[in-house]
Every structure is written in C-alpha cells, then in structure tokens.
C-alpha cells in the first residue's frame, strides 16, 4: 500500500512460508553495532524491514529473476547532471509502477549514480541522457574484480560484508571528475556505503588500500577493516 513516501506492507503467512522467510531473513536482520561499539538503533520491525529490502536487492543483483517484456527487473534513476554536481535538487526513482515513482533527496541520487550498477540516466543540459562523454559511470567488468581482490568485502572498518553484495564507491564523484579506477573506488556494502554520503565519515586510497577517516567527535584516528585482507593490508 502506498502511503506518503513510502510503503506499508502487511499479511499472514503460514506456518512454512514463515520459516522460510524468517530464516532468510535472520541472518541479515541481526543487530549491526557501529563501529566504535554504539549499539543498533533499529527496533526489531526496522531491521527485520531492512533485510527484506537487502534480501531483494541481493536477488536483483543476481540477475536470475524472470524477465518482464524482456527486460531483466530493475529500478531506475533519472537524474540531471546539475544535481549531481550541485547536489542541489531532486531525482526520480522510477520502478516500473507510476503510482511509486517519486522525488529522491540530491545526495540518495548521488549514492545511487555512484556505483550505477542499477540503472542510472543522468540528463545533460538539455534533457539528453548523458550515456557517454563523463567517463565512465559504471564500473568495469576488470575494475569491479581487481576491487573485490584487494578489498575482499565491505571495506568499513568492522564490516563483515562479503564482496558480492558491496557496491563500488566513487572516492571523488565521477560527478565531480572522479575517475572509475581502483585508485579512486572502495568497496562499501549498502549501509556503509549510505554512511559515507550521508555522514562525515571519509575515505581515502591510501598506501593503496581504504583508509577511513572519522568525524572529529569519534577518538581513534584513520583505521582501516582488517577482517578481509589481513594478508595484504599496510600498518597503521
Ligand atoms: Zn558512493
Ligand atoms: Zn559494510
């Protein structure tokens, strides 16, 4: 059910059907505490919420759904290139069912250009798809596979995340200039990956591995995630 911004779901499921969600879930609705060891400030229903949206989106990932009119399901995005650059103004996040489409904040169209791994048409000056002529906006075949060998998951220091289900983050924006090359892209899952464009956390590809940058109010200092590639990290 539609309802403002967002949607309300609801129902019963018997009993086998409800294992089989519930296990699925499980997994991916457990508690994630922060880094510095904050507890999750999800309620149960919120995080329960959030792994049937990871579930999907994991499953959209896979490529392996059935087509509709020939076309693999997908969601996509239509942004200007002005509001990425600005990030001043609106998306819109269209999936197929005019009654969803809707208005997206300039920095959610940023975090979703960034690894446009979904679709993504960005509209130029005068309202063409700028498919060509920025670079490229999504991430090589050859990129995306040096990226999850050096980086082996979610790079966030503490992330267990594997790196099948991470998306590629632009260090600087291909909006901004940005290059799609390992030097400039991180391996980040979902939630870190919103973490990044919406907080002051930062990156930078340093000694030629992630290293992230807390805001000043967290004690600690740069730190790097040690769970992937321990064999391959520099100190420090
Ligand atoms: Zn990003
Ligand atoms: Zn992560």
Not at 49 to 73: C, K, N, S, W, Y
Not at 163 to 189: E, F, K, M, P, Y
Request: aromatic share 4%; glycine share 12%; with cysteine.
């Amino acid at each position: 059910m539609a309802h403002g911004s967002g949607w309300a779901i609801g129902g019963w499921l018997d009993r086998e059907a409800a294992a089989v969600l519930r296990t699925a879930l499980s997994p991916l609705a457990a508690p994630q505490p922060a880094e510095d060891g904050t507890a999750d400030p999800r309620t149960v229903d919120q995080r329960q919420g959030d792994a049937l949206v990871e579930l999907a989106r994991r499953m959209l990932g896979t490529g392996t759904l059935p087509t509709e009119g020939g076309i693999r399901p997908h969601i996509t995005v239509t942004v200007p290139l002005t509001v990425l650059e600005s990030r001043l103004g609106t998306g819109l996040l269209d999936f197929g069912d005019d009654t969803l489409a809707g208005a997206i904040a300039a920095e959610d169209a940023r975090r979703l250009a960034c690894d446009a791994h979904l679709a993504c048409v960005v509209i130029g000056g005068r309202s063409e798809p700028l498919d060509v002529g920025r670079g490229s906006y999504t991430v090589p075949r050859h990129i995306r596979r040096a990226l999850k060998q050096r980086d082996g998951g979610c790079a966030f220091p503490g992330c267990t995340v594997p790196a099948q289900w991470a998306d590629a983050h632009h260090v600087a924006h291909w909006a901004d200039g940005g290059i799609t090359a390992l030097s400039n892209l991180v391996l980040l899952c979902p939630r870190h990956h919103t973490l990044l464009h919406s907080s002051e956390w930062e990156v930078t590809i340093t000694d030629g591995f992630p290293l992230f940058h807390p805001p000043p109010w967290i004690p600690g200092g740069p730190r790097r995630n040690r769970l992937h590639r321990p064999d391959l990290l520099p100190d420090g």
